[in-house]
């Protein structure tokens, strides 16, 4: 993909094959290190040294650091967790009642560990149970209302909540 760019910039023909690709990585690896200081090891191919021609020829092996990439994407209640925290935290004084905060906010981090593997991998019941430690827990209807109006609809985060005063006064 780099060739093909610098092709197109430089309006050069696209005369590479893949065959040529062990060379072109190698050529790109110089130079990225001629340019960019890479903990201490930039600048070491500048000039084509002895070095870069014995890294070209298969002799030498390139530095090269990666950063560390990221599988899996955080799911979106825990993703979304904090923002909502800070938002009720914010609001705290326009709110009714009290809220309480999810439980897997007061987890260890090996429970917290096991629950996010349990969100990735378990079916749609057990995951129904796992979403319950992310609860948030309002004495006031109106309070959970509120939340979900300002978190879910305004801020699009994946919110649960659950007001534990809404069905004290049912009668059954």
């Not at 590479?16 to 050529?27: C, K, L, Q, Y």
């Not at 070209?56 to 993703?79: A, K």
């Not at 796992?130 to 609809?153: A, N, P, T």
């Amino acid at each position: 993909m780099l060739m093909s760019a610098l092709s197109i910039c430089t309006d050069t023909p696209f005369d590479f094959t893949e065959s040529d690709m062990p060379a072109i990585r190698r050529w790109w690896c110089v130079q990225l290190m001629e340019r960019f200081c890479i903990e201490g090891h930039g600048h070491r191919f500048a000039f084509w040294t002895e070095e870069s021609k014995a890294l070209l020829e298969g002799r030498l092996t390139p530095v090269v650091r990666l950063p560390r990439s990221r599988t899996t994407q955080e799911h979106p209640f825990i993703r979304d967790l904090k923002p909502a925290l800070q938002w009720l935290r914010d609001n705290h004084s326009s709110l009714k009642g009290d809220f309480q905060e999810p439980a897997f906010l007061r987890m260890s981090p090996s429970h917290q560990s096991a629950v996010r593997e349990g969100l990735e991998a378990s079916d749609s019941e057990d995951r129904d149970e796992l979403r319950d430690h992310f609860l948030f827990i309002f004495e006031e209807m109106e309070d959970m209302e509120k939340f979900f109006e300002e978190c879910g609809d305004e801020k699009k985060l994946k919110v649960n909540a659950f007001c534990a005063n809404a069905y004290t006064n049912m009668d059954t």
